[in-house]
């Protein structure tokens, strides 16, 4: 069998500081069991990047596009609507080989001050839950919901940041996590400089 060449993708981690003082919490959406993908599993919104998210004044660069792809799934899964600005790149991840559906996905948090209603599709998604990430990481070790190991991986990174200026802080001077480490669909240049 043949490897198969990952599709590439953008997720979005959207975060928020809760009310009550009691640290972060971030948005998770319950994948529809019927699809082959992470079905029934916990998940940021994202998916792959279609070819509108492209421009060819920019010369196609797939960062730009993934940008867009945050947004617009953003959108489309939760209705929320967030800004290319607001996204903060902090990790890139590609399915191992072997698997039958692969993708090179681009990660953003993005930190959001008022977020406004969730409404999901009832189709691709149809649950949503603003969680603190330690308490949605107990959860999916208690066996309550099914998390994707990226979304674990992620959620721990940022469980100890207490305030969204913390956050910022924190994972903008931080390295990008690349997994599996020197992949060769993460390719910087496409961000329209080299690391």
């Known amino acids: 069998m043949s490897e198969v060449t990952p599709v590439p993708a953008a997720t979005v981690?959207?975060?928020?500081?809760?009310?009550?003082?009691?640290?972060?919490q971030v948005l998770l959406l319950q994948r529809n069991s019927q699809l082959v993908f992470h079905g029934g599993h916990w998940v940021f919104p994202g998916g792959r990047i279609d070819e509108a998210?492209?421009?060819?004044?920019?010369?196609?660069?797939?960062?730009?596009?993934?940008?867009?792809?945050?947004?617009?799934?953003?959108?489309?899964?939760?209705?929320?609507?967030?800004?290319?600005?607001?996204?903060?790149?902090?990790?890139?991840?590609?399915?191992?080989?072997?698997?039958?559906?692969?993708?090179?996905t681009w990660f953003f948090i993005c930190p959001i001050k008022n977020p406004g209603s969730v409404e999901v599709d009832n189709d691709e998604i149809l649950d949503y839950r603003w969680v603190s990430p330690q308490e949605a990481i107990e959860d999916a070790s208690a066996e309550k919901w099914i998390l994707p190991r990226p979304t674990i991986t992620t959620l721990s990174d940022i469980s100890d940041y207490r305030s969204l200026d913390s956050l910022i802080t924190g994972v903008t001077g931080s390295k990008i996590r690349v997994f599996p480490e020197g992949s060769e669909f993460y390719r910087p240049a496409e961000m329209g400089y080299s690391s």
């Not at 981690?13 to 972060?24: I, M, W, Y």
């Not at 929320?80 to 993708?103: G, Y």
């Open 53 to 104: 998210d492209f421009d060819e004044s920019e010369g196609r660069l797939e960062y730009l596009a993934a940008k867009r792809a945050a947004v617009r799934e953003t959108f489309e899964e939760a209705g929320l609507e967030i800004n290319e600005d607001q996204l903060i790149h902090t990790a890139h991840w590609t399915t191992p080989p072997k698997m039958p559906r692969r993708f090179s």
């Open 13 to 24: 981690v959207l975060v928020r500081e809760t009310e009550e003082d009691s640290g972060l």
